[in-house]
Structures are given as C-alpha cells and as structure tokens.
C-alpha cells in the first residue's frame, strides 16, 4: 500500500484561521476531527467547522467534544462525517473508531457522561472493528496518567477508563484533545498517542499509514 497521510485535530471551538495553514490538510487522504468544534453550538455551528474542512478536504470525518450540543451530532450524522461510537474502514484495510463526548468535568457542559459510559462505548465500538491492530483511536477524552491529560501544577485529569482500553486493546495510535494545556506526545503501553490541543493554537497531528505501520506525530502551524 503507498503511505497515505490523514490530517488530525480538535478543540476548534469555532476558530477557523489555522485550518488553511496546515500544509498537508489539502492532500491528505482525510481529515479527522476529534471534538469540540464549537463553544456550546449546535447544527449551525458544526455545519461552518464542517464546511470550512470540507472546502480543503472533501473527505472528513468528526465527532462531537463535550463543549457541543446533541445537535451537531445529529447534524454529524445527517451529512455522513460522524465518528461518535462507529468503526470507519479506511482505504488499503485501516481501521479508524472514535468516541467523543466527554467524562464529567467541573463546568457542566453539554455533552458529558460517566467515565463508566465512555468505557462501554470504546468496548462496544472496537467490536465493530475489522482488524484491531491496524486502528487508528480517535477518543476526545485523554487517558488518565500521561502527558495528554495534565492541567495546573501535575493533576492528572483524564479518563480511567479510557487509559484500561488503551491499555487492553492496544491500538497503535490514538488521537486525543480535551485538556487545552497538555499538547504532547505519549506512549501508553502500546500505543502512541498525541494531543494536538487548540487548533487556535496551531496544534494538529500528522498520522502515516504505510504497510503494516501506523505512526502519529504532534505538528504546529
């Protein structure tokens, strides 16, 4: 298989200027959303995130963070984009799964729920998919423990549940976001992970599939 390169990021929250600058974004075999698109936004919201990545890349795939409304999922999944809680076969046999939303944060934001439910998601979602060692995990919500999750002086603030099944499934790469301040990368057993943070910031990640190898790396604008 020729090595083909999908464009990743998250934490959009409805700012557009960095998309453009991504130097891969129009040649990429796919652009991967990993949530939060917006700041409590619905339909119209992610309908102008979608837009803006679809008139640089038509092929898009995106899943709702807990700062969006039930509305952009629903939209997600009216225009065939959405990820939440479904296993996407890639072109040359690649497996991507993602599960956005998020676990309980202090802010009350919209799209949370238990640690527990995101666990079960990722279980149920992963049986979905074709070959499981050729996975690319797109979970909005960090693992607990690493580099991804941290906020103020060293707190860890990321899903336990997400860390057991990064842990038990060991996928060779997983795409992350959520916590602003923890862009990185990282490696949890098996699996590389990066968190771009802000796309306002000028994260994104660069993930290469060639043959059997996936690989992911943490880029800036």
């Given at each position: ?134 996975l690319i995990v797109v979970c909005h919500t960090p693992p607990h423990g690493t580099k991804a999750d941290v ?6 603030v990321g899903s336990v549940a997400v860390r057991g099944f990064l842990l038990r499934r060991r996928p060779p790469v997983c795409l992350t976001g959520h916590i602003h301040e923890s862009a ?38």
């Open positions: 298989m020729d090595e083909q390169i999908y464009v990743g990021f998250g934490d959009v929250h409805g700012r557009l200027e960095n998309m453009a600058r991504i130097p891969e974004i129009r040649t990429a075999a796919g652009v991967i959303i990993s949530g939060d698109l917006s700041n409590h936004g619905g339909k119209a919201e992610a309908e102008a995130i979608i837009g803006a990545a679809r008139a640089l890349n038509d092929r898009v795939y995106a899943q709702i963070g807990n700062m969006d409304k039930k509305a952009a999922e629903a939209w997600l999944d009216e225009v065939g984009a959405n990820i939440h809680r479904k296993a996407v076969e890639l072109p040359g046999g690649v497996w991507m799964m993602g599960v956005g939303w998020s676990s309980p944060t202090p802010f009350g934001t919209p799209s949370e729920m238990p640690d527990e439910v995101l666990g079960e998601w990722l279980e149920e979602t992963w049986v979905k998919v074709g070959d499981p060692s050729r906020i103020g002086k060293g707190t860890h990185c990368e990282d490696t949890l057993g098996d699996t590389r992970i990066v968190n771009p943070g802000m796309l306002g910031q000028g994260g994104y990640a660069l993930i290469t599939v060639r043959n059997d190898k996936i690989a992911i790396k943490l880029r800036h604008v």
